[in-house]
């Protein structure tokens, strides 16, 4: 048991199953509340679970390099407005919102190159188109239905692939616990002030979903930080892709929405062409390691 525990890829697959119930814990809350509000409490509860863990390690929860914390930070939350905007509409499946969602390294490789000058080999290119043709198969029969969400969830995943460069621009001088603490804290105002016009106090029925939601993804956060901190970046971030699968697993489950062709086949080309772009060279993934917090 204690050599389980002590293996990165078991933290990640917990990390993906606290991320897959907290897509659950929205979509049932929002029925009673709008997503941004739900999301809103979810990373003000993951800016505890940081501010927990920095006094914990008695580590520094300020950021020095503010200009990269911001940009970070800003980044991160248009991500987070997309994925929230999406898990609160039962027009689109919870499932193909991991999914696309998941394209996040797939920008991060294609961008590396223009932004940081970094090499992009040939295979990640080829690793990067395939992912594209994946999420043109998965969302093309739904165009007409969630068009609209899967493009602002890929503009968020894009988003979120600039998030991840500037992270990488931030050092290793900054901490992992003020670095998410920032981005925690910036997306969750945000989110509460964006839905403030359709704010809904939440009735003793929607605090389960809401705190479900903050509950999950504080603790999949904290199980991101010790798998990282127990295993390589390119090994996990391939495991990580294990969410897709227990996303729509869970959905089929417990919303009774078996996945179509479409979807297994778009998701598994996404997949693959994640898990290609993450192996593409342990220097370069060992540097593309998230913060312990993120717009899922």
Known sequence: MKSVLRSGVFWILVTEVCFALMRMATRWGAVDLPGWEIGGVRFLGGALVA???????GVSLRVRDQKNAWLRSIFGTVNALAVFLALGSPRIALGDVATLTATAPLFVAL?????LGERVPPRVLAGAALGFVGV????????????DLALALLLGACSYGFAILRLRRLGPHESSEAIALHMSLVAGVTLLLVSLPRFVVPS???????LASAA?????QVAMSRAYGLGR????????????VITYAFEAFSFARVPGLNQWLG??????????VSARSRAAADADVPAPETGR
């Open 51 to 57: 501010w927990g863990l920095g006094r914990a390690r």
């Open 111 to 115: 961008f590396s190159g223009p932004v």
């Open 136 to 147: 043109a198969v998965l969302a093309q029969p739904a165009l007409r239905v969630s068009g």
């Open 204 to 210: 003793p029925r929607a605090l389960v979903p809401l």
């Open 216 to 220: 999950a993804g504080g603790l999949g």
């Open 233 to 244: 970046a390119a090994r996990l971030s391939a495991v990580s892709y294990a969410g897709v």
């Open 267 to 276: 998701a598994a080309l996404v997949c693959a062409a994640g898990i290609v």
